[in-house]
């Protein structure tokens, strides 16, 4: 139990809810020593800091910074006003310090296992598990048992399982209530030393250096590259130089889920004194090895970030999820090189007030390959170059690969047509967004429409999936096109110039682009007439075709003959229902022609035209889950199978 309480720390009830101390001592009609408590969780707390008439604190968390917690409709219910509570303190935690919490959790007695003994062999049980393993060469205390004396139950500690913090590389510790870092710090040379310092004071500042050195070598292993002290109960800045100043190599931090200098920030934020300034800064050129650093809801504004980055040139990896960032500077291209020269990887997940705006803003990046902006309030994604093109630009995010927007506004798929500008651009995530009514019925469209990508929503693009949306997509152009035409049938100049419309080149700028690609293979049967407008119009078309052509009764079934010409064997008749896919006649063909399941393909003679020289082109039928009348085959046409 915690006796003393600094003000404005942080602090942690018995029961896990956290918030700021901004009041110790008593509380008028009440008993003992009491702690003011102004909540992280708006929706708990009586009060401001009134009580009875009488006020003890201040409330300081202001109305802006909540919203970083996403609070805003709750707090505009409850008036505005910041909530806190009186707590007595022995129900709060004693915090810890870094070096307390890194022996507790590295420096305990090791596993505790179950064991029993029968005779002279032992034999481990862990958990649940039933089984028993036979251990030999490990330490163990006997627990008796009772009844049979060959049969005795055993504690065992496995030393192996004891980790050594001289030797560990990476020490984790979150959520450990750190509220402290007390280090034996190596003794640095101060500006405010005079040069007139004698020599004693030399070898005394010297013995008491290495004295400290020796000290911390024996606690931690100063080579440690990955450091893990998020959601502890840090406030300062300051605290973290710590940590840079004793492990120089470090090459990972993450100090998410914590309050670092909120109160002396101004009220939004933004402004930012000069003193935290100057500590933000100490801060940051402590950390000159450092890669990667997570300030993952922490409250750090974008002109901290810009601070941190500026003083610690190597990051590659940046992470300010959930922050409440609102405006996002524009870099010019030598203030971007400046800032973020090593930037790999920046993500600002949760960031509910960015735009594509202040995306944007981030576009010169010079070595930036992945951007995580998902749960934002991006609406819509451009990709306009063309001034920064006039300014001697040429390329906007040039580098990026990854781009991850999920859980987003976005409206149009103009947006996804933008992603094909990106000159590099392969990984994408726009899962829940308003402009596709699903991720899988969508899914084809975006393939076709953003043409490099070999990853969408986390899962892998083949280049078998890509020319099958990209020849779907196609169609389904053609089908437009060709519904507002007055002709019956468009012959390939007239389906050229529609294409070539500003009305459909701004619609799907890809579509001459996939033309010249899968022409051919796209464009087969009827997909060339105006009553390509559905799948469904063209089944009932081919129906009536075939009752009037043939004066008989409609059947919902497409007669084909099929043939393997390579080994040539004679034809095979069967009967297919009208809404057979491509797949169904593929397997339907493999085991009747003796071929391996899946290494057939389907091709029809291309009946496009009234040419003959198309009398002896063969189209392959594709993708595998198209129907055959929607791919233009019916009653009577011949298919032919290859393996």
């Keep these: 139990m915690t006796s003393s309480i600094e003000i404005n720390s942080r602090v942690e009830t018995l029961d896990g809810h956290r918030g700021f101390a901004r009041y110790c001592?008593?509380?008028?009609?009440?008993?003992g020593t009491w702690v003011g408590i102004e909540w992280d969780d708006q929706n708990r707390g009586k009060h401001d800091?009134?009580?009875?008439?009488?006020?003890?604190?201040?409330?300081?968390?202001?109305?802006?910074?909540?919203?970083?917690?996403?609070?805003?409709?709750?707090?505009?219910?409850?008036?505005?006003?910041?909530?806190?509570?009186?707590?007595?303190?022995?129900?709060?935690?004693?915090?810890?310090?870094?070096?307390?919490?890194?022996?507790?959790?590295y420096e305990s007695d090791g596993e505790l296992e179950?064991?029993?003994?029968?005779?002279?062999?032992?034999?481990?049980?862990?958990?649940?598990?039933?089984s028993y393993s036979n251990q030999s060469g490990v330490e163990r205390k006997r627990i008796d048992c009772g009844g049979d004396d060959s049969v005795s139950a055993e504690l065992m500690t496995k030393p192996s399982l004891t980790k050594a913090l001289n030797e560990l590389e990476r020490i984790l510790l979150p959520n450990q209530r750190v509220n402290k870092i007390v280090l034996p710090l190596v003794v640095r040379e101060r500006e405010e030393c005079n040069d007139d310092d004698n020599d004693g004071a030399k070898v005394a500042s010297s013995s008491s250096t290495s004295s400290?050195?020796?000290?911390?070598?024996?606690?931690?292993?100063?080579?440690?590259?990955?450091?893990?002290?998020?959601?502890?109960?840090?406030t300062k800045f300051s605290e973290l130089a710590k940590i840079g100043e004793c492990f120089k190599k470090l090459e990972i931090l993450d100090a998410s889920d914590a309050f670092y200098d909120e109160d002396e920030d101004g009220s939004k934020g933004e402004d930012i004194s000069s003193a935290l300034a100057r500590d933000?800064?100490?801060?940051?050129?402590?950390?000159?090895?450092?890669?990667?650093?997570?300030?993952?809801?922490?409250?750090?504004?974008?002109?901290?970030?810009?601070?941190?980055?500026?003083?610690?040139?190597?990051?590659?990896?940046?992470?300010?999820?959930?922050?409440?960032?609102?405006?996002?500077?524009?870099?010019?291209?030598?203030?971007?090189?400046?800032?973020?020269?090593?930037?790999?990887?920046?993500?600002?997940?949760?960031?509910?007030?960015?735009?594509?705006?202040?995306?944007?803003s981030l576009r010169f990046l010079p070595n930036l390959e992945t951007l995580y902006a998902s749960e934002c309030s991006i609406e819509h994604i451009f990709y306009d170059d063309d001034k920064d093109k006039e300014e001697g630009r040429l390329f906007c995010f040039e580098n990026l690969q990854g781009l991850f927007v999920g859980n987003n506004r976005i409206q149009s798929w103009q947006s996804v047509d933008a992603l094909d500008r990106f000159p590099k651009l392969s990984r994408v995530r726009l899962s829940a967004n308003p402009f596709c009514e699903s991720d899988s019925a969508s899914r084809h469209e975006i393939v076709a429409r953003a043409g490099n990508l070999v990853s969408l929503n986390a899962s892998e693009v083949t280049e078998k999936e890509r020319r099958e949306s990209e020849i779907r997509y196609l169609r389904n152009v053609v089908a437009e096109v060709s519904s507002?035409?007055?002709s019956s049938k468009l012959d390939e100049k007239e389906l050229d110039a529609k294409f070539a419309s500003l009305e459909v080149s701004a619609r799907h700028p890809r579509v001459m682009a996939l033309k010249t690609l899968h022409g051919e293979r796209a464009?087969?049967?009827?997909?060339?007439?105006?009553?390509?407008?559905?799948?469904?119009?063209?089944?009932r078309l081919t129906l009536k075709d075939n009752e009037n052509n043939s004066g008989l009764e409609t059947h919902s079934s497409i007669s084909l003959a099929l043939t393997l010409s390579r080994k040539g064997k004679a034809s095979k008749n069967r009967t297919f229902p009208k809404n057979v896919t491509v797949a169904r006649v593929k397997t339907t063909c493999e085991k009747l022609f003796a071929l391996k399941l899946g290494s057939s393909t389907l091709m029809i003679k291309d009946v496009r035209g009234e040419n003959n020289d198309c009398d002896n082109k063969l189209i392959e039928l594709e993708p595998d889950d198209d129907t055959l009348v929607y791919l233009g085959v019916q009653s009577g046409h011949e298919i032919f199978v290859l393996d």
């Design 484 to 486: 507002t035409s007055s």
């Design 212 to 234: 400290s050195l020796e000290m911390l070598k024996s606690t931690f292993n100063l080579n440690a590259k990955h450091i893990d002290v998020s959601g502890n109960l840090l």
């Design 280 to 360: 933000i800064t100490n801060t940051a050129m402590q950390f000159q090895n450092l890669k990667t650093l997570a300030l993952n809801r922490t409250r750090t504004s974008w002109k901290k970030a810009l601070l941190i980055a500026e003083h610690a040139q190597n990051l590659e990896e940046l992470r300010l999820d959930c922050n409440g960032l609102r405006d996002i500077l524009k870099l010019t291209k030598e203030h971007a090189a400046i800032y973020f020269p090593n930037l790999k990887v920046l993500s600002l997940d949760g960031n509910r007030n960015l735009k594509w705006d202040n995306i944007w």
């Design 523 to 539: 464009l087969a049967g009827v997909q060339m007439t105006k009553s390509t407008q559905s799948q469904q119009e063209l089944e």
């Design 25 to 31: 001592g008593e509380v008028s009609g009440q008993h």
């Design 49 to 105: 800091g009134r009580r009875d008439e009488k006020r003890y604190f201040e409330c300081k968390r202001t109305k802006e910074r909540r919203e970083c917690d996403g609070n805003d409709d709750d707090d505009r219910e409850r008036g505005g006003e910041s909530r806190a509570s009186f707590v007595r303190i022995q129900k709060l935690c004693d915090g810890v310090d870094f070096v307390e919490a890194a022996k507790a959790k």
């Design 114 to 130: 179950k064991h029993l003994r029968f005779g002279d062999r032992y034999y481990s049980k862990k958990g649940n598990d039933d």
